[in-house]
């Protein structure tokens, strides 16, 4: 199956700090999902995007699904931007099937 | 309904009962997904439902645990015998057909004393 992988694991920030997350799969896919898991542990969805470029707000989310990876930037992060980031994709190309998580970008914004 | 309604959102129990974990997905959504996530830890798929049918349920660890969907609605996970190592948040997603934007519930918080 394709597997997900996302770096890096771990990211400290100060507030106001940007970053830059990633998310590789191993297959194309015709979706990609990034999710926000807040302390509370609801994953919030962020951006559907199988490929191009979005923007909503201080975020942004690119996938380049030839070279199979999307990169999730944050800019001027702030304390309640804390969490877990996570990237999903379906498991085949067809419609259908279940999405494949990668393991995760826990960030930590200090104010 | 406007999102995914899970319940209850806790649930404790002892060691050796059976539970039942509800999910209400999105009004319209097809595609179901159950997941489980572990203290610390990612998301560990668990079954998908299209409809009614459940074409893939391969990451169901065990033969305790079970899960149905009817109406192409409501979807009822059954875990039988609890042990500890069951405990952990249970995660329903909803989309509108496999594969498209999914939706995640709030989750039900399972301890197993």
């Known amino acids: 199956g394709i597997q997900v992988e996302q770096s890096p694991p771990d990211l400290i920030l100060q507030e106001g700090a940007n970053s830059t997350l990633r998310c590789n799969f191993s297959?194309?896919?015709?979706?990609l999902q990034w999710f926000h898991q807040n302390p509370w542990g609801q994953l919030i969805n962020l951006f559907y995007?199988?490929?191009g470029t979005k923007q909503n707000g201080r975020l942004s989310a690119t996938t380049v699904a030839t070279e199979r990876y999307s990169l999730l930037y944050i800019s001027s992060s702030q304390t309640t931007d804390s969490g877990v980031y996570f990237c999903?994709?379906?498991?085949?190309?067809?419609?259908?099937?279940?999405?494949?998580f990668g393991q995760g970008t826990e960030l930590s914004v200090k104010p | 309904g406007a999102g995914v309604s899970q319940s209850p959102s806790n649930k404790v129990t002892e060691k050796g009962k059976d539970v039942e974990l509800r999910c209400d997905p999105i009004?319209?959504?097809?595609?179901l997904y159950w997941y489980r996530q572990s203290l610390g830890q990612g998301l560990e798929f668990l079954i998908y439902?299209?409809?009614?049918?459940?074409?893939?349920k391969s990451g169901l660890p065990s033969d305790r645990f079970s899960a149905e969907r009817t109406g192409g609605s409501v979807s009822t996970l059954t875990i039988q015998r609890t042990q500890q190592e069951d405990s952990a948040v249970y995660l329903c997603?909803?989309?509108?057909?496999?594969?498209?934007?999914?939706?995640f519930g709030q989750g039900t918080r399972l301890t197993v004393v």
């Open positions: 997603a909803s989309s509108l057909v496999g594969a498209t934007e999914a939706f």
């Open positions: 297959d194309s896919v015709n979706n």
């Open positions: 995007i199988p490929s």
């Open positions: 999903a994709v379906p498991n085949s190309s067809n419609q259908g099937g279940k999405l494949i």
């Open positions: 009004s319209g959504h097809t595609a």
């Open positions: 439902f299209q409809g009614n049918s459940a074409p893939d």
